[in-house]
Every structure is written in C-alpha cells, then in structure tokens.
C-alpha cells in the first residue's frame, strides 16, 4: 500500500442522471465479464496508485483529462475518461465501448468537469439526487 487511497468519484449530473454509473451498471448486467475486469483489476489499481498508475490504469489525454480502458469480451476498447482533482478524486465523467479513433467525447467529458469543478457542485448532494433519480426509475 502507497499511503493514503484515491477515492473514484462518479460524475453527477444536476439531475442526478450519472452516464459513468449507467455504463458500469449496463456493462455489469450485459457483459459481467468486462465489468469484472473493472471492479477487480482497474479499480483497486487506481484507487492504490491514483494519476501515477500508468497505462492503461490512467492515460492523459491533455487538457485535465484521462482514461482508463481494458478490452472486453464483446467490446474491443472500454474506456472511462475522468480527470484527477483535489483531495485524492479521480472523477469519472463518461464510460462507453468505443469502436472509433480519437477521443469523441471530449466535448462532454469538457462540460462535466467544468461542472464538477464548480462552485455549485457539491458531492453529497449530488448523491442524494443520484439515489433519488434511481429510486424513481425503478418505479416506473
């Protein structure tokens, strides 16, 4: 163990939509294989090492952004793009089985961040809206 523990942070929206925990949980229900590879080898990886893990735990991309990718089963390229910030986050803003060259989500993952690092941001409420808009999901 390296010291202190990098804490991996799914990015909410203002509607407690969360595109990076849809994807892990689609891709835990359609492929638990290619989630496994995650939960098991990526995740405890970034989470001991953070920014300093390397490829392909955490590639920079520029501009404050990075990925982390595996090659699944079914999907040749998974990739979670996210971006380290203070106190030990590495944010997770958008996950997606990618199929093409170049980095086509930059525009979001971009938007995301901005948002995130915002004043108006605040993690614990995000949550609580993230559990919120889950709960009413599952009611429909």
Known sequence: MTGERWRLVHYICPSGYSQVYEFLRDL???SFEDWHV???QRRPVLEEFGIFA???YWEKL???LAETKWNGKDH???RIYGSAESDRRLVMYYGVPK???GFSHRDLCDKYRADFLSADYDEEKRELLRRAYYKR???K
Do not use: C, Q, V
Request: aromatic share 10%; no cysteine; net charge positive.
């Open 38 to 40: 995650f939960d098991s």
């Open 137 to 139: 999901r599952e009611k």
């Open 76 to 78: 040749a390229n998974l």
């Open 62 to 64: 520029g501009g404050g």
């Open 99 to 101: 199929r093409w060259k």
């Open 54 to 56: 390397g490829s392909p």
């Open 28 to 30: 835990r229900t359609s």
